[in-house]
């Protein structure tokens, strides 16, 4: 079974930067694309950045120019770099994988989630 461990969250000042990290416990096969979620206390969860595995990406509006999402296939790793960060980024960060083969069968696997505190 396949896990995805997240790590780089923590506590930073308004302005301030974070990397997540995303790593897979071993090769996940017929990737179709993944990516950043979030949910913050009394919120639904929301996309944050989706990166296909042709490398097109996708952003909310919210983390446009300030967020890149980005993966190292030989470490089997998926980054979210976070910049200018803003008390409303305030969330639990949650990675995914979702994968599509030939015969059209979906998988996705979910990492455990990681807090992100921006204090202002």
């Known amino acids: 079974q396949v896990q995805l461990v997240e790590s780089g969250g923590g506590s930073v000042q308004a302005g301030g930067s974070l990397r997540l990290s995303c790593a897979a416990s071993?090769?996940?096969?017929?990737?179709?694309?993944m990516g950043w979620s979030r949910q913050a206390p009394g919120k639904q969860r929301e996309l944050v950045a989706r990166?296909?595995?042709?490398?097109?990406?996708n952003y909310a509006n919210s983390v446009k120019g300030r967020f890149t999402i980005s993966r190292d296939t030989g470490k089997k790793t998926l980054y979210l770099q976070m910049n200018s960060l803003k008390a409303d980024d305030t969330a639990v960060y949650y990675c995914d994988v979702q994968t599509l083969t030939g015969l059209g069968v979906r998988n996705e696997y979910w990492g455990q989630g990681t807090q992100v505190t921006v204090s202002s």
């Open positions: 990166i296909t595995a042709g490398g097109r990406t």
């Open positions: 071993k090769t996940i096969s017929s990737i179709y694309d």
